[in-house]
C-alpha cells in the first residue's frame, strides 16, 4: 500500500470532526493548558502560505500538551467587522454580512485542510449579534465605571454618585477630566438630572468627549494613527486631516501604571515590552501654569526638566489647543488660521517623525513666568500635538534640541542654565554645573533645584510635582457601517445606556453603506432608528479593536446567553498561557486587551491581572519571487522575446515577475507562462540546457509580485503534514523567512521513508513484535528527548531535521519494531497529525485516534555508550574502524586488536614496536 495523502488525510480530518476529538472538558482531573491564535480577518483573498506559520506553531504545541497528559484548549474564530467588507459594500451593494461569511467559508475550509486541532464547536465571528451582544455589555461595565485611585483599580459608577451624595467631591481621588467641578453633597443633590450626568461623563471609564481625530472625508470615517501614512489613508490613499469631533474614548490612561507594572509579570518578547513600555512613557516631572491675561489658570504645560524653567523664552502651544483662538491678536488671526488649516492635513505621526521641518506661527498674545513675571511670547507650531500631555511646551531652547532650531530660525532669545552650559549645547543634569540666570537657584545642583522649585510653584499655586504618561485615551469610534453598534442613546445631548435586556442592539439596515448628505455616518440613513420611538441612537460604531479586546473570554463558553463566560469557565481556564501572533499588534490589541482584561477583573468578573502568560512573535515568511527577461530592441522596448537568467548579460533586457506557480525548481514552464498574460501568447524563448532557468528574489508576499502561494496548490501536491513540517523547518518561528517551494519535495520523501519503516518491499504493512536491539532503542530515545526540549523551547526547526536523521538511521537499522515505531509516531504527530494517524491505526490500536497517547518517556540509559569505533592507524596512517567494547582494558584491547584479521592484514607479518591505546580516542600500532 502506497502513501496515498489525499485520501488519508481527508479520512482523518473527517474523523476528528465526527468525533469532535479536541473538544476539551471543563470537569477532568487533568491540568489545563490554553493556546491561543490571533484570530484572522478574513479577507476575500484566502490564506498564503505565510498566514498559517504560527497556527501550524500552535497546534504542534497543543497536540504535544495533549500527549503530555494536558486538558488543551485550542479555539480558532473570526474578527470579521473590519473595513474592507465595508469598502466591498459601498462599491457593489452587497451587505457586508454577506461577504464576510462568504470569506470566511473560504478560510475555513483552508484552516481544515492544513489539519488543525481546533475545537471548531467554540468558534467566535465577532459580527455575529449572539457575540457582539456582550461587546455591547462590557462597553455598558465601561461606561457605569470610574477609576478610584484610593482603591487603586475601577468601581461601579455608584460608588461615585454615593460619595458625592454623601460629602461632594471633596474626598474623591479619580482619573477624570481636568475640568471636573468642585462641590459639595449639598450642591450635588441640588443639580439638576442634566447637570449630574454630565459631571459623571467626566469620570466615566467610557466617556464622550471632543477630540482630534484623523478624518478620512473619501473613506467617511476616522482612522488610527496606524491607519495613516504620510497623510493619506493606507486603504485607499485618500487625503486625511486632523478634526475635531465629538468621540467615545476609553480611559486606558487609567491604567497607564498598572499597564507598566504588570509587563514585569508576563514571558512576552522583550522588544514587543519595550514598545509598550515607550508608548505607555512614564515621566516624572512637574506641572507648572504660565498665567494668561483674562484666562482663569492659564496655559498649563508639564515638564520632566523644571529645573530649567528659567530658561523658558517662549511657550509654543499645539496649532488644535483650545487657547489658541481666544489668545489670538486681530493682527495675528490670519497667519494663525492658515498654519492651523496646513497643520489639519498632516497626520500625527507625520507631525511627529518630521525633525527637520521648522514651522510655526505667532499669536501675539504673552504669558507671564510664573516666577519672574516676565512676559513669554506665545507661538504654534505643528511639533506639539494636542493630544500628548497638555498640547503646551515651556520652550527652553538652551536645554532641548528642538525648541533651538525653532528659536534660532525665529530669532527669540536663548539663555543658558548652567556654568557649565555653552549656549548651543543642552542642558545635562548629570554635569557638575550651578545654575547662574535666577537668583532663587543659582549655585544649586540639579538634586538641590527640582524639589526647591516646585515646592515654590506649590505655594504660588502655579504648579505642582507630577506624573505624565504619553498614552492617551484610546477613541473609541468609527463613523462607519460595519461595527458594533454602540449601545446608547441621548436625552438632552447627554448620552444614557439602553437596558440590558434589550441586547443586542443590532445593525439596522440602510439603503446605503455611505454617510447621508448631510455628513452624518451611515447609520444615520436607517429609517425610523431610534430608542422607544423617541431618542436618538449614536450613530457611530465600535473600532476594530472592540470584538478583539475580550474574546479569549468568549471561547471558554461560547454559548453562554446569560453571561459572557460563566464563572465556572473562567475560574477554570484563567488566562491563556501561550498566545502567538504578530508584533504588529503591540501597541494596538494587545495594550487593548490588557486594559479591557484590568477592568473586567476590577469589577468582579474574572481573577487574572494579565490576559496572556506567554507570547510568541511568528516571524514573517517572504515570498519568493521569480522573473523572466524580456528583450529590449534598439530603441528599448520590449520585444516578445524571453532570455534566460544565465544569458541575461548577453542581451539588453527588462526584468518581470512572473506567477510563480508556473514556476518549478526555477525553471518556467514556457507553455504556461503563454497563457499567463494574453500579450504572451506568441512568446520566444533564448534558452539555457534547453530549459528557461528564471531569475529570484526574496520579496513581501503579495499579488503584484506574483509571487503568492496558495498552501491548498501545496496540499494538493505534497500534502497538509509536508506543508506542516515544511513551514517549520524553514527556520526558526520568531523569525522572518523566505519560502522556498524548491526544498518541499525533501519534506515529501521524508514522510514517504517514514511510511515505508512500517511497510515491507511489497507494500505490505509489516510491523515485528521482536525486541529492539540497542541501536533502534538509541535512535528512539534520542528523538524522544530532542523533541521535548525543542518544543519546550519553540524551536520547531531543529526537531524536523532531528526526524529526518532518526528516519534515516531506523532505515539503515532496517527497523520495523512495533516497540520503535509505535513511539516514533506518538513523538511525530504533533508536526504530521495525519500520516500517524493512520499508522496509529494500523498498528491496532483501540484508542481509535494517537493524539490522546501518552508522549514517551526518555530513558538515558539507552543513549549510554557501551562501545567506540576506535580509528586504528599503523604507523600513524589511518587504515580502519574496529568496534570495541569501552570498558575493555590497555592488555584486553591490544589482545584483540592484534588478533582482528584485517589488522594483521595490515601488519604484513611485521613485529609490533608498540600500541598507543587512548581510551574513547585511538589505537595507533608501531611497527
Not at 470 to 482: E, L
Request: proline share 5%; glycine share 6%; hydrophobic share 35%.
Amino acid at each position: 500500500m502506497e502513501y496515498n495523502h489525499q485520501s488519508l488525510e481527508k479520512k482523518w480530518q473527517h474523523f476528528w470532526s465526527d468525533k469532535g476529538t479536541f473538544k476539551p472538558s471543563e470537569t477532568t482531573e487533568k491540568p489545563k493548558y490554553y493556546v491561543l491564535d490571533m484570530f484572522p480577518y478574513p479577507s476575500g483573498a484566502g490564506l498564503h502560505v505565510g498566514h498559517p506559520l504560527g497556527y501550524i506553531a500552535s497546534d504542534i504545541f497543543s497536540r504535544y500538551k495533549r500527549l503530555k497528559g494536558f486538558n488543551v484548549l485550542h479555539p480558532m474564530g473570526y474578527d470579521s467587522f473590519g473595513l474592507p467588507a465595508e469598502q466591498y459594500a459601498i462599491q457593489t451593494g452587497q451587505h457586508p454580512a454577506i461577504t464576510t461569511e462568504t470569506n470566511i467559508n473560504r478560510y475555513r475550509e483552508q484552516l481544515d485542510n492544513i489539519g488543525f486541532s481546533y475545537d471548531w464547536s467554540r468558534e467566535v465571528r465577532t459580527s455575529n449579534p449572539d457575540y457582539y451582544k456582550w461587546t455591547q455589555w462590557i462597553f455598558m461595565q465601561l461606561f457605569n465605571a470610574w477609576y478610584n485611585k484610593d482603591t487603586d483599580k475601577a468601581e461601579s459608577i455608584d460608588t461615585l454618585i454615593n460619595a458625592f451624595k454623601v460629602s461632594g467631591s471633596v474626598y474623591v481621588n479619580a482619573v477624570s477630566d481636568e475640568d471636573v467641578q468642585q462641590f459639595t453633597a449639598e450642591e450635588w443633590s441640588a443639580f439638576s438630572e442634566e447637570e449630574q450626568q454630565r459631571e459623571l461623563l467626566k469620570y466615566r471609564l467610557a466617556y464622550l468627549r471632543e477630540s482630534t481625530v484623523n478624518w478620512c472625508a473619501a473613506l467617511g470615517t476616522v482612522l488610527a494613527n496606524d491607519e495613516v501614512i504620510n497623510g493619506v489613508s493606507e486603504r485607499g490613499g485618500h487625503p486625511v486631516e486632523q478634526k475635531k469631533m465629538m468621540q467615545w474614548s476609553m480611559r486606558i490612561t487609567a491604567y497607564a501604571d498598572r499597564l507598566l507594572r504588570g509587563l514585569e509579570t508576563i514571558d512576552w518578547p522583550e522588544p514587543l515590552v519595550e514598545m509598550q513600555r515607550n508608548w505607555i512613557g512614564k515621566s516624572v516631572g512637574a506641572s507648572v501654569k504660565f498665567p494668561v491675561p483674562e484666562q482663569v489658570g492659564g496655559i498649563e504645560v508639564f515638564t520632566t526638566r523644571v529645573d530649567t524653567i528659567f530658561g523658558v523664552s517662549f511657550i509654543v502651544l499645539a496649532p488644535e489647543h483650545e487657547l489658541v483662538d481666544a489668545l489670538t491678536t486681530d493682527e495675528q488671526r490670519f497667519e494663525i488660521e492658515s498654519y492651523k488649516e496646513k497643520t489639519a492635513k498632516k497626520s500625527e505621526l507625520d507631525r511627529m517623525a518630521d525633525t527637520k521641518t521648522v514651522s510655526g506661527a505667532f499669536t501675539g498674545a504673552y504669558a507671564k513666568h510664573p516666577l519672574t513675571g516676565t512676559d513669554v511670547p506665545i507661538w504654534i507650531a505643528d511639533y506639539v500635538l494636542a493630544g500628548y500631555g497638555t498640547g503646551a511646551v515651556m520652550a527652553v531652547p538652551s536645554g532641548d534640541q528642538r525648541d533651538y532650531v525653532f528659536a534660532k530660525h525665529f530669532n527669540l532669545p536663548i539663555v543658558p542654565i548652567s556654568d557649565s552650559q555653552n549656549i548651543e549645547e543642552e542642558a545635562d543634569p548629570n554635569k557638575d554645573g550651578r545654575y547662574i540666570n535666577s537668583d532663587f537657584i543659582n549655585g544649586m545642583t540639579y538634586a538641590e533645584a527640582v524639589p526647591a522649585l516646585i515646592e515654590r510653584l506649590e505655594e504660588l499655586g502655579l504648579g505642582k510635582a507630577k506624573v505624565n504618561f504619553r498614552m492617551r485615551d484610546a477613541i473609541f469610534g468609527r463613523q462607519r457601517y460595519w461595527g458594533e453598534p454602540v449601545p446608547v442613546y441621548f436625552k438632552n445631548g447627554l448620552p444614557y445606556l439602553i437596558k440590558e435586556e434589550e441586547l443586542p442592539l443590532l445593525l439596522p439596515e440602510v439603503d446605503k453603506y455611505l454617510p447621508t448628505e448631510t455628513g452624518e455616518p451611515p447609520l444615520g440613513r436607517a429609517e425610523d432608528w431610534k430608542y422607544q420611538n423617541q431618542y436618538d441612537y449614536e450613530l457611530s460604531t465600535m473600532p476594530g479593536w472592540a470584538g478583539s479586546s475580550w474574546y479569549w473570554f468568549r471561547y471558554m463558553d461560547p454559548t453562554n446567553e446569560k453571561d459572557f463566560a460563566s464563572k465556572e469557565a473562567v475560574d477554570y481556564w484563567k488566562a491563556v498561557d501561550l498566545y502567538i501572533g504578530g508584533s504588529e499588534h503591540a501597541t494596538g490589541h494587545l495594550l487593548y486587551s490588557r486594559f479591557w482584561n484590568k477592568a473586567l477583573k476590577d469589577l468582579g468578573y474574572h481573577n487574572e491581572e494579565e490576559p496572556f502568560k506567554k507570547l510568541i512573535n511568528q516571524g514573517m515568511i517572504q515570498g519568493r519571487s521569480n522573473f523572466v527577461y524580456r528583450l529590449l530592441n534598439e530603441e528599448g522596448k520590449g520585444t516578445n522575446t524571453f532570455v534566460s537568467h544565465g544569458l541575461r548579460d548577453r542581451y539588453r533586457t527588462l526584468p518581470l515577475h512572473v506567477d510563480v506557480n508556473i514556476v518549478h525548481n526555477d525553471i518556467l514552464n514556457t507553455e504556461k507562462f503563454k497563457s499567463f498574460r494574453p500579450d504572451f501568447a506568441n512568446a520566444e524563448f533564448i534558452l539555457e540546457d534547453g530549459k528557461y532557468i528564471c531569475g529570484t528574489e526574496v520579496e513581501k508576499m503579495s499579488k503584484s509580485k506574483f509571487n503568492v502561494v496558495n498552501p491548498d496548490d501545496i496540499i494538493e501536491t505534497y500534502g497538509a503534514d509536508t506543508l506542516r513540517l515544511y513551514e517549520m523547518f524553514l527556520g526558526p518561528l520568531e523569525q522572518a523567512k523566505p519560502w522556498n517551494t524548491n526544498g518541499i519535495e525533501g519534506v515529501y520523501k521524508f514522510l514517504r521513508k517514514v511510511w515505508r519503516l512500517f511497510h515491507d518491499a511489497e507494500g505490505n504493512f509489516a510491523v515485528s513484535d521482536e525486541e529492539p536491539v540497542k541501536a533502534e532503542y538509541k535512535a528512539l530515545h534520542k528523538i524522544i528527548k530532542k523533541v521535548e526540549e525543542d518544543i519546550e523551547r519553540f524551536s520547531f526547526n531543529t526537531s524536523v531535521s532531528a526526524f529526518m536523521i532518526c528516519v534515516n538511521e531506523l532505515t539503515d537499522l532496517k527497523c520495523n519494531k512495533r516497540k520503535i515505531l509505535q513511539d516514533l509516531i506518538i513523538v511525530l504527530q504533533p508536526y504530521a497529525p495525519h500520516i500517524t494517524e493512520e499508522l496509529w491505526a494500523l498498528l491496532g490500536n483501540e484508542a481509535g485516534t494517537i493524539s490522546y497517547a501518552e508522549y514517551p518517556v526518555f530513558n538515558p540509559e539507552y543513549l549510554v555508550e557501551s562501545e567506540f569505533a576506535y580509528p586504528v592507524s599503523v604507523n600513524g596512517k589511518m587504515k580502519m574502524n574496529l568496534p570495541l567494547a569501552l570498558d575493555l582494558d590497555q592488555k584486553a584491547v591490544e589482545e584483540t586488536v592484534l588478533a582482528n584479521k584485517d589488522v594483521q592484514r595490515y601488519l604484513d607479518g611485521k613485529p609490533v614496536k608498540k600500541l598507543i591505546f587512548v581510551k574513547g580516542k585511538i589505537i595507533n600500532i608501531v611497527i
